[in-house]
């Protein structure tokens, strides 16, 4: 390959890099070639003799891999001085980033291990969620079944006048079942979580509820029209492929399109809301009753939050209280003028939550919805996804614990596990004496700071829980599967409805995962003080434990370095640090501004400075603290590796490693994205780093060396 990469010595910074026993005997003739030259003060033997031994390339099966990767994305004859993004990403055809690419890999993982055949107790949890998996597979009998399977549901909810017999069952309790038996919230939403005010605990709370279509009436007119047709013509198939005649069909249909409209009208924005400053309210439920008697909140509530118990004097949190009682009082009027009207339109709603559980025909019908309205509301189509994936999604979510512990068996070894850690251990290392070099903040500041990172808490692959097989065998005991896919679906969800609220009811001391074991997105929780690092992310292409070092810190490293910066987010807000040196903040944070202004963005590219600063500034921070931690590790450990073929010295490959995790297609950046568009990504911090110049020989005032350096982090 003809690469433009420079030779690289790594005699620069005096870290020499050891081989195997071997090689002893040269060592020993190294050492006292070493001492003379270092006598004579002589560096240009020196340099030549750590160009003919620098580190040996790993020639495994995971580093050819890499390699493959890197070749296929990168565009070696770009100068890396100009434009270090197009020399690692250059060739980069996917829409996705790597982190996505990752997530679709790794559910493929899931996918063989889920289809390969083994042999599990009958009633484990393995056995179950594999037979869970294999009926999701199983698309003849789903097909096979066809519609019998929801028509049996909407007779248990005292079925409707489209089709079948319509026993009129009392509007609550066709509500409640609704609510608790099949998870469908027509007028409002509830669930349980964290209470939006300190101390956080878990309430019970009422929002406004989720449409299929969004008959806002304020858009555009011929909008509005379209969306309403479209989504009438949706609900005339759900009816007559259940069996409706075609002519009631449509009354109930046009009669359900109005219900939802008008409870869009009752809707009132977030930030109207926030304006009048009443974003949520406190009442109890029999204050609840009393504001908003059409629905009988104590049974509904009860019934969806088993095995929690409820009373008229319970708290809950109304996320909007004036829609609350507007709803209610317009279920009041649909109950006398159209209450056949009312229980279809429940009915329809509840079709269409259900439909990835049923025959092809109902999921197309919800695609082609889906798909219209996007057109239609100028958002990109969406991408289709094999049935696979749905499938082991669906498993992930319903059977966790135990698909967590198959994947980390499989996937994340004891020695990953330690390898993580320790690399983990050498960044938070680097961070805690970087801390101790920030001139914004004072020693106390300092003091403080280097207090938090310690306490810090770290979750590396998996909740412990989930790793306890008992644990995930008895989770599953109310888990019935069969006779059909759906009703399998539906005993799924209500195990897992219940999981929620149990645990949410015991005490837990440790942290709650937000992210599955098999997931690529690493956080920071700030309530319970800890980053987490799923071990999904600690995959190829961004770490394995046989890589060079190099290649692990520039990735996975400056990932956690990353993360653990955000455990200071709050120092960079306006005022956000009262006892810093604010004066010094604001003309560092300036600074980094002013330097991510200076690149010329792609075309076809806007952002918004003000919006990605905190992003840039732990993108910044987290490359530079990572180097420190990589080259602190260069001269403490022994048997550094590189990629073959490549002309890449250890230091020029951190650099590549980092970069290569940002790789993608130049594509339209989302206006909200809170972070930089790739290119950026990669250029910003790396020019930022004087240590990125010094090794690629980038001349001073070169887009990648430019004279300014901000003392952010
Ligand atoms: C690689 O970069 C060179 C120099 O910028 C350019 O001429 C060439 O078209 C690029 N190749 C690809 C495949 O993008
Ligand atoms: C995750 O995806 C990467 C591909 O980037 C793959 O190399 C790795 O083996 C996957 N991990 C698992 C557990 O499937
Ligand atoms: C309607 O109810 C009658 C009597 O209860 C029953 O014989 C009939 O099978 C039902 N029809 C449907 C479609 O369920
Ligand atoms: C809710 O009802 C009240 C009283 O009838 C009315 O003043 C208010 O405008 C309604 N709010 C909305 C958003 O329709
Ligand atoms: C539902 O229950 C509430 C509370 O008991 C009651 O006020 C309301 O009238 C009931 N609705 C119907 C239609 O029975
Ligand atoms: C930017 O993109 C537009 C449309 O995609 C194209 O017409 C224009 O030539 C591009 N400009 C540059 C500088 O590439
Ligand atoms: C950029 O984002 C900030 C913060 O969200 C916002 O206040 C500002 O109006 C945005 N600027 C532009 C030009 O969109």
């Known amino acids: 390959m003809g690469t433009r990469w420079s030779q690289e010595s790594s005699a620069d910074e005096g870290q020499p890099t050891e081989r195997n026993r071997q090689w002893a005997p040269a060592r020993r003739v190294l050492l006292a070639v070493l001492t003379v030259s270092l006598l004579l003060g002589s560096s240009v033997l020196l340099v030549f003799i750590f160009r003919n031994c620098g580190p040996p390339p790993c020639d495994t099966p995971v580093c050819l891999d890499l390699l493959a990767r890197y070749v296929a994305s990168g565009n ?9 993004f197009s020399l690692a990403c250059g060739r980069a055809t996917g829409d996705n980033n790597p982190f996505q ?11 063989r291990i889920l ?6 107790d009958p009633g484990s949890g393995e056995e179950k969620a594999f037979r869970f998996y294999s009926s999701c597979m199983d698309t003849q009998a789903i097909e096979d079944a066809g519609a019998g399977p929801l028509k049996q549901v909407i007779e248990e909810l005292g079925g409707w006048r489209i089709s079948g017999n319509w026993t009129s069952l009392d509007f609550n309790q066709t509500l409640k079942l609704l609510m608790s038996r099949y998870g469908h919230f027509p007028f409002f939403r509830a669930y349980l979580r964290p209470h939006p005010a300190p101390p956080h605990t878990p309430v019970i709370q009422i929002d406004q509820p989720e449409f299929d279509a969004p008959l806002k009436q304020e858009q555009e007119q011929k909008i509005y029209a379209q969306i309403v047709r479209e989504y009438l013509t949706y609900l005339n198939q759900l009816g007559t492929l259940l069996g409706g005649d075609p002519l009631k069909v449509q009354q109930h249909a046009a009669l359900s399109i109005t219900i939802t409209s008008q409870l869009f009208q009752l809707l009132r924005p977030l930030e109207q809301r926030q304006a009048q400053g009443n974003l949520f309210q406190t009442v109890t439920i029999g204050q609840l009753q009393e504001m908003a008697p059409a629905i009988d909140w104590l049974s509904c509530l009860q019934a969806t939050f088993t095995p929690m118990s409820l009373s008229p004097s319970q708290p809950l949190v109304v996320h909007d209280l004036e829609y609350v009682k507007n709803m209610s009082h317009l279920v009041e009027e649909l109950l006398l003028k159209n209450r056949d009207f009312l229980q279809s339109h429940m009915i329809l709603g509840l079709v269409g939550t259900l439909s990835p559980a049923l025959d092809s025909k109902f999921q197309e019908a919800r695609r082609s919805l889906n798909e219209k309205l996007r057109e239609l509301t100028e958002r990109p189509p969406l991408p289709v996804y094999p049935r696979w994936m749905k499938c082991v999604e669906e498993t992930g979510t319903y059977f966790e614990p135990t698909l967590a512990a198959l994947f980390v068996r499989e996937a994340f070894g004891s020695s990953t596990q330690s390898a993580a850690m320790e690399l983990f251990t050498a960044v938070k290392e680097a961070l805690i004496t970087r801390l101790k070099r920030l001139s914004w903040m004072n020693e106390e500041t300092q003091k403080e700071a280097k207090d938090r990172v310690t306490h810090l808490q770290v979750k590396i692959g998996a909740p412990e829980w989930a790793l306890k097989p008992e644990l995930a065998k008895q989770e599953y005991s109310d888990i019935q599967l069969g006779p059909n896919f759906l009703q399998s679906v539906l005993s799924c969800a209500r195990s897992l409805r219940a999981r929620i609220v149990q645990n949410f009811l015991k005490p837990f001391p440790q942290h709650r995962w937000q992210v599955s074991a098999w997931g690529v997105n690493a956080y920071y929780s700030i309530s319970d003080h800890v980053v987490v690092f799923p071990a999904g992310l600690l995959q190829p292409p961004f770490f394995h434990p046989g890589y060079p070092r190099a290649v692990n810190f520039g990735a996975a490293g400056s990932i956690m370095a990353h993360k653990l910066l955000h455990v200071f987010y709050q120092f960079l807000l306006p005022g956000g640090c009262p006892s810093c040196d604010n004066n010094a903040l604001q003309e560092a944070s ?7 202004a200076a690149f010329p963005l792609p075309n076809r590219t806007t952002f918004n400075s003000s919006l990605t600063f905190l992003e840039n500034a732990a993108d910044v921070g987290g490359l530079s603290i990572a180097w420190q931690a990589y080259s602190k590790s260069l001269t403490r450990y022994r048997g550094e590796t590189t990629l073959p073929n490549q002309d890449l010295s250890s230091q020029q490959l951190f650099f590549r490693s980092y970069a290569q995790m940002m790789c993608r297609k130049p594509s339209p950046q989302d206006s909200e994205d809170i972070h930089s568009p790739p290119s950026l990504r990669i250029l910003g911090p790396l020019s930022h780093l004087p240590a990125f110049a010094r090794y690629f020989h980038c001349p001073r005032g070169t887009v990648m060396n430019p004279s300014v350096h901000c003392q952010l982090w």
């Not at 690419?101 to 996918?111: G, P, W």
């Not at 289809?115 to 599990?120: A, D, F, N, Q």
């Not at 300036?590 to 991510?596: A, D, G, K, V």
């Open 76 to 84: 070696s004859s770009v100068d890396p001085c100009t434009d270090f």
């Open 590 to 596: 300036l600074c980094l501004e002013r330097h991510y």
């Open 101 to 111: 690419d990752l997530a679709e890999e790794n559910k493929s993982r899931l996918r």
């Open 115 to 120: 289809e390969t055949p083994g042999s599990w």
